[in-house]
């Protein structure tokens, strides 16, 4: 059974920092692409980073670009969302996605429907 689990979610000031995990069981994401999300209650799920399976190629949205950082360790079977200068728009549920695909990363990062796998998110509040 394929499972995606979130960590390191809470609560920081704006141009605080935090670094979300991403761990997977029941496979080994060495093959797989790694998405990240977001989704704020009533909006759409965004796509905001990718790295492809080796960890060479990735991607990232506008909204982060600059501040979020994704990485991998494929060893651990773990990746990585490093979110710095954190603003309060950025206050939402994140999630991990996992995906087969050689095209999700970064082709289709930001399509929810690219992803076939999904963590149950973890949440990040960002305020003063």
């Known amino acids: 059974q394929y499972q995606l689990v979130e960590s390191g979610g809470g609560s920081v000031q704006p141009g605080g920092s935090l670094r979300l995990s991403c761990s997977a069981s029941g496979f080994n994401l060495d093959s797989w692409s790694i998405g990240w999300f977001r989704q704020a209650p009533g909006k759409e799920r965004e796509g905001i980073a990718c790295?492809?399976?080796?960890?060479?190629?990735?991607n990232y949205a506008d909204s982060v670009k600059g501040r979020f950082t994704v990485s991998r360790d494929n060893a651990k079977n773990m990746a990585y969302l490093q979110m710095a200068n954190l603003k309060p728009e950025d206050t939402t549920t994140y999630y991990c996605?996992?995906?087969?695909?050689?095209?999700?990363?970064?082709?289709?990062?930001?399509?929810?429907?690219?992803?076939?796998?999904w963590g149950q998110g973890t949440q990040v509040a960002v305020s003063s």
């Open positions: 996605a996992a995906d087969y695909s050689i095209t999700a990363c970064p082709t289709y990062f930001d399509s929810p429907r690219t992803w076939a796998n």
């Open positions: 790295v492809n399976e080796r960890g060479t190629s990735m």
